[in-house]
């Protein structure tokens, strides 16, 4: 069975349609699929119809931004209720506040001497607003060789288009899921520089708060790194999560590529929750 559960489309920072990606996950042969756009549901119903008839199941999800002890943490929420008001009215005052953020990026920016942002990006942006957005456009235009430079140089923080974003709390982000009837899931856990030590703490802290479940294969996180996310899943009975993060057509990630390495036999895996 090939399943992905964390994946982008446009209406975040993703370049393919809902619809896209779908042709793009039977094409791939993925079982179960997951669309989990940044802060938004806005592709969900798009996919859900494109997906009638087809051998395919699709997940109606989305990846929380939040954040815990002043470091930003992405919480994939699957199988919510589209409809939960609560949750509606947060994605929108996220959405304003993802639009007013990249106003002050492109504003730092454009004084730094990067002209032509503010259009370019608005153009670009179908749903809501992301950094990438901005960092295609520094890309395209050669100030960065690629998003790795483009985020170094200057969108990350202390750089000069760095904007200083609060977030929803780790505890509101489980709430606001849990509200939903979804599961929720700390995505990409060896993203974040952390130490294991720390890691394990911040697991711990959303256990606590009635959390789900932790990617244990996505991109780029190696099988050591999988054996010991999966370590301190076991401990504290977290669900394991398997998704991509596919963001567009590109040479080192495909829908489906992230799948178990590492021997998880016996423990808790989110697609059996689903
Ligand atoms: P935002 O949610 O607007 O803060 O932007 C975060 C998004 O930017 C992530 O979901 C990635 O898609 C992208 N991103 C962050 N850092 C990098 C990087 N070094 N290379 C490529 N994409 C990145
Ligand atoms: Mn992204
Ligand atoms: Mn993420
Ligand atoms: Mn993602």
Excluded at 40 to 56: H, K, R
Excluded at 231 to 240: F, M, N, P, R
Excluded at 250 to 258: M, P, S, T
Aim: aromatic fraction near 6%; glycine fraction near 8%; include cysteine.
């Amino acid at each position: 069975m090939k399943i992905d559960l964390h994946t982008h489309s446009y209406y975040s920072d993703g370049m393919l349609s809902p619809t896209e990606l779908l042709r793009r996950a039977i094409a791939q042969k993925i079982d179960i699929l997951a669309l989990t756009d940044h802060d938004t549901l806005l592709g969900v119903e798009e996919i859900q119809q494109a997906a009638f008839n087809q051998p395919i199941r699709v997940i109606p999800g989305l990846e929380i931004s939040c954040q815990w002890r002043e470091q930003t943490i992405h919480m994939i929420g699957l199988n919510v209720d589209i409809n939960n008001l609560s949750l509606k009215k947060k994605l929108a005052e996220v959405s304003d506040m993802r639009r007013h953020r990249a106003e002050n990026i492109m504003r730092k920016l454009m004084k730094f001497g990067v002209p032509g942002l503010d259009e370019n990006v608005s153009r670009s942006v179908r749903g809501v607003y992301g950094r990438l957005h901005i960092s295609r456009y520094l890309v395209e235009k050669g100030y960065a060789s690629s998003h790795g430079q483009a985020f170094k140089r200057f969108l990350s923080r202390g750089k000069v288009g760095y904007q200083p974003t609060q977030w929803m709390d780790l505890e509101e982000a489980v709430q606001l899921i849990r509200h939903a009837k979804g599961i929720s899931v700390i995505a990409h856990p060896r993203r974040y520089d952390f130490t294991m030590k720390k890691l394990a703490s911040l697991l711990e802290v959303f256990k606590s708060h009635g959390g789900d479940a932790v990617e244990v294969a996505t991109t780029a996180q190696n099988k050591s790194d999988q054996q010991l996310i999966a370590g301190v899943a076991k401990q504290l009975d977290l669900a394991l999560s398997i998704g991509s993060d596919f963001h567009e057509p590109c040479g080192y990630n495909e829908l489906g590529k992230a799948s178990f390495l590492v021997n998880t036999e016996g423990m808790k895996r989110v697609a059996d929750l689903l």
